[in-house]
């Protein structure tokens, strides 16, 4: 069965840059029928969509437009995992970070995001 | 960018009573393909978000029949036949037609 194993540092310092990843099991990052995602969750956002990597013939990402400057995406197909890099990061990116599998069957229907990670708990503080 | 409007916020039930719960989409969901792009999530005290209802009314492998989803364009319900301690939890709704995705704010349901 898929499985996403979550890591990175749970304390980042104001201005710094927070960097997760997200270890695949069960799949393939460069899979043609998913999409790998972020998303985090805080008290006062509730849960955002970050964004997500997805690989047909080439890969490709979506930001959200809340983050689009500071945020990066990235598969790794050597290790089959993918990250995130959110730079210049303040107190309000305080939140519970997951990553998830967005599900595409074979005539391309969009299933949901069926897989996610534990979640990991950042706080960027001083 | 699509926004989702979740109600009730809160919903207590009494076991074996039915919950609904409801979520509206600024846009229609409803892609060219006659199917509509709206998830329903439970996220258990502790845990990720799991899947419970994709494209607005199939369920999730392993989800028992007593959840069901409905609606169509831009209205949609959630619905629990008979509600049990284990679906105690903060539910919510995703449209996943265009990005960025979006979540509704969340239906928190607890026992009474």
């Known amino acids: 069965q898929v499985q996403l194993q979550q890591s990175g540092p749970g304390l980042v310092r104001p201005s710094q840059t927070l960097s997760l990843t997200c270890a695949i099991s069960?799949?393939?990052?460069?899979?043609?029928?998913?999409?790998w995602n972020w998303i985090r969750q805080s008290p006062s956002r509730g849960l955002e969509w970050l964004g997500r990597?997805?690989?047909?013939?080439?890969?490709?990402?979506d930001y959200a437009v809340s983050v689009k400057s500071r945020i990066t995406i990235s598969p790794d197909t050597s290790k089959n995992q993918f990250s995130l890099q959110l730079n210049s990061v303040t107190p309000e990116d305080t939140a519970v970070y997951y990553c998830?599998?967005?599900?595409?069957?074979?005539?391309?229907?969009?299933?949901?995001?069926?897989?996610w990670g534990r979640g990991t708990t950042v706080t960027v503080s001083s | 960018d699509i926004v989702m409007t979740q109600s009730p916020l809160s919903l207590p039930v009494t076991p074996g009573e039915p919950a609904s719960i409801s979520c509206r989409s600024s846009?229609?969901?409803?892609?060219?393909?006659?199917?509509?792009?709206l998830d329903w999530y439970l996220q258990k005290p502790g845990q990720s978000p799991q899947l419970l209802i994709y494209?607005?009314?199939d369920r999730a492998s392993g989800v028992p029949d007593r959840f069901s989803g409905s609606g169509s364009g831009t209205d949609f319900t959630l619905k629990i036949t008979r509600v049990e301690a284990e679906d105690v939890g903060v539910y919510y709704c995703?449209?996943?037609?265009?990005?960025?995705?979006?979540f509704g704010q969340g239906t928190r349901l607890d026992i009474k």
């Open positions: 494209l607005g009314s």
């Open positions: 998830a599998r967005g599900y595409y069957d074979s005539s391309g229907l969009r299933r949901g995001m069926d897989v």
């Open positions: 069960g799949d393939s990052v460069s899979s043609n029928s998913a999409a």
């Open positions: 995703m449209q996943g037609l265009q990005t960025p995705r979006a």
């Open positions: 990597t997805y690989c047909r013939s080439t890969c490709y990402n």
């Open positions: 846009q229609s969901l409803l892609h060219s393909n006659g199917y509509n792009y």
